[in-house]
């Protein structure tokens, strides 16, 4: 296969240069001036390789080939923000291997039958404003209204906000993303591939518990209401019902706060997050339900006031059987060891996957590191994974 | 007896008053206009009741009756600054006790054979500064440094910050303070009062607790180090040891943060205080010891990283046999069924201790609150416990 893999390196490391921290990783928010530079980056590349581009609306870059067949696209790439600090795959691997691959296809095989197109999607991450999945969303015409902050850097960027609507697509038949997995699963197994199955649903929910302001002094402690040991017994459960319920349930409490948050003082109230996730929906909302079962009953035991609120709920996305079977055949026609795994991470492919077919490929994150500067993938493993890709874009697309 | 429990109840009310907060509770900030119109209001009570007063460098007002012999004072007090939003009594009741049973040894009694002073301190809570025992501390000679801030707030008030020195005293011989109990023991056993054997030592700790940050759905249960779900079995721990010990061992965690402190990762680092008290110093430690082991287990187990820091460390100091005999005495003497206990809260009388006899009286706290606008004892334990406080001045001084 024609895939150049220091070329994919050498691509890779121009893009980490573009948005460099002092401290170590990139930034690159969205509409800001690395983001842009990178935009431009990808976009000559893309002339380069012989595609036509375009921006949308939201200011998505998008790289064309003709089929010579009519129809919908067969697309391909992830997204060119990042989180603050972040490192040198996420999303930028899924622009750098998708429009490579279709350079080396492009070269060996000509045109396609089928339209290809590589996305640089301008926004997944929240990187700037609170708004993940902005340019996926727009795509899929989900974007309903905007805010004058980002109004404000849209215009700042040549962007219309008055237009986002025509950035929406129709006419998208696939959609395939090569991303790092930001876990430690392939890493610990030893296999450089995978194909996704699912992405997860996920539910935030926020636990409010209520005890009663105690002197630390002179409170024994069979006549305390101490919030923050019954939110400890809390965080204990949602840990061993995630643990009992096995892989790939996770549910992981992120955010605490006490009151009144002084030493000698009994918590009269804490506040924690619980992120849950699961493959599928309704062993989600059972491990949900387990949990706060569980909560109310310590609660109850301590007498202590409970109210759990639902701040966000996401529903598993599994990826398209046609796709999923393409991209498992294309590793083993390629001697690749592919496992399946479900990813923990939410990805632009769930957001299209109201329009189109999506599947994704994911190359292993070394000790299972991301959105940090140490965020890396074995050489070897970015070629198989780009490798892969293109393999399986040829065999949709001609 | 000659208690005017109308009269204590009106002094009390006149005190609550002044520094009154819009949404209830008063705050008397040590040094400010509140807590200077509260030191004006007591030093009339006292002039009114033919003691002679006078200010010390630190604020503290000191007033005199000169007993017939020669020889060391007893002195009876309490501090007159206040915690945000705090209570009726805590401190108040102590000097208004004082002065109203000075008042009635010396109209029923005339002159005493010793010297009787009351003290109104200037500050005990750290109401304004971390400064708890401001006043106490300089009567014992123990102020080395003054801070900038505190040097400014002084001379606003008159002060002379290179006068502290001036404060100290060693011609007490006894310090003994009417005060609220703070927390619920007296008011669950329905005794009026208690005589205070012992104030508890306290150990202030910092617990630092590192692990890993991770995504909280790229990573699965059994691959994380998850430094806050290793924080909430601690805190279990902690919770559990000091129950399993019994009273009066008690243990709090009153303060918490998490980092990242983000909804979707894995919290890297976990630091939360412990506060532990005993009245018994190798109970003490015995209670730390526990909780540091087991901490330094959970850490292990779960591969995390763990620093205990030492914050604060105050030995318990019991109070003198002479005056607890007094106190239990005269209590006895007038029909009071009066308890024994621990102080589980810090009080001046800990800090007189080093110079003088000192002994302590608590009247209930009606459900245990305090520092709060619900701070309350009912009338009849108020007029008791002062009472009780004039038969003991009258045993020691006349």
Known sequence: MP???PLLEQ???ELYAIGAEPDGGAYRPLYGPAWATAVERVERWLKDAGLKTRRDAVG???GRVEGTDKGKSIVTGSHIDTVRRGGRLDGALGIVAGLTAVEALLEEKGKPRRTLEVVAICEEEGSRFATNFWG??????AIDAVDGDMAVAMRERGLDPSRISTAARDDIDTFVELHIEQ?????ASGKPLAVVSAIVGTAHLEVDVTGRPDHAGTTPMGLRQDALAGAAAMIQAVESIARSLG???????????????????V????????????SDLNARRALEERIRSLCHTIASERSLALEVRVLQEKPPVPMHPDVRSVLASAAKEL???ASEMVSGAGHDAQVLAARCKVGMLFVPSIGGRSHCPEEATKAEDVALGTKVLMRSLQKIAY
């Open 11 to 13: 691509r890779l490391d």
């Open 136 to 141: 996926s969303r727009a795509i899929v015409g």
């Open 267 to 278: 918590p009269a109230r804490v506040v924690f997050t619980i992120d849950l996730r699961h």
């Open 3 to 5: 895939i150049d893999g």
């Open 60 to 62: 998505n870059l998008w």
């Open 335 to 337: 001697g690749a060891q």
């Open 183 to 187: 876990g430690a699963v392939l890493d």
């Open 247 to 265: 892989a790939p349930a996770v549910a992981t409490v992120g955010k605490i706060r006490a009151e009144p948050d002084q030493i000698n003082v």
